[in-house]
């Protein structure tokens, strides 16, 4: 099956660094989401994005299906951006699918 | 616009019990999407549910079990439990399979 994968794993930064996340994936997908999970477990949106380019705020994704690859750009990074980024892909190979990256783990400190 | 609701936040549940958690969609999306995430891991999906009929599953056993209702709301059933059934469960809906999820915010199960 599909494998979706996120680097690097662990990210510690301090306030103010920037940064780029990454979620490869084996297969050809219908649609690509990223998503921010907070300390409460809360799962937010913040992309959704099969391809092209987004931005809002400080955060920016790139998706090159092609390429079999997305990008998330945090930039100015604040301690509430702490958390685990997660992106996930729909996968219309057989029966349709929702496939969760690994994750990344994002500490920012003061 | 009122987002997904999911309820109980938490539960305490021994081994062997059953339980039902139950998700109410955003207004307009039919596909309602149910994961498991247990500590400190990733989420695996669980269960898919479009216009009132289950559309996939992923790999777990049959005591894991759910339906949606005709105002597009659903339940996950999970039988017979075990310890290692103490997770976070997340409900996503969506307008259809293409468009972005959106999720609650979980109900806790820990099983004693």
């Known amino acids: 099956g599909i494998q979706v994968e996120q680097s690097p794993p662990d990210l510690i930064l301090q306030e103010g660094a920037n940064s780029t996340l990454r979620c490869n994936f084996s297969?050809?997908?219908?649609?690509l989401q990223w998503f921010h999970q907070n300390p409460w477990g809360q799962l937010i949106n913040l992309f959704y994005i099969p391809s092209g380019t987004k931005q809002n705020g400080r955060l920016s994704a790139t998706t090159v299906a092609t390429e079999r690859y997305s990008l998330l750009y945090i930039s100015s990074s604040q301690t509430t951006d702490s958390g685990v980024y997660f992106c996930?892909?729909?996968?219309?190979?057989?029966?349709?699918?929702?496939?969760f990256g690994t994750g990344t783990r994002l500490k920012v400190l003061a | 616009e009122a987002g997904v609701t999911q309820s109980p936040t938490h539960l305490i549940k021994t081994r062997g019990q059953q339980v039902t958690l139950r998700c109410s969609p955003i207004?307009?999306?039919?596909?309602v999407y149910w994961y498991q995430q247990a500590l400190g891991l990733g989420l695996q999906f669980l269960l898919w549910y479009d216009e009132g009929e289950e559309r996939n599953r992923g790999n777990f056993p049959p005591r894991f079990s759910g339906r949606q209702f005709p105002n597009y709301s659903s339940e996950l059933n999970v039988n017979a439990l075990e310890l290692e059934d103490s997770a976070l469960y997340l409900c996503?809906?969506?307008?259809?399979?293409?468009?972005?999820?959106?999720f609650g915010d979980g109900t806790r199960l820990s099983i004693l």
């Open positions: 207004s307009g999306h039919t596909s």
């Open positions: 297969d050809s997908v219908n649609n």
């Open positions: 996503a809906s969506s307008r259809n399979r293409d468009q972005p999820q959106h």
């Open positions: 996930a892909v729909g996968v219309p190979s057989g029966t349709y699918k929702y496939i």
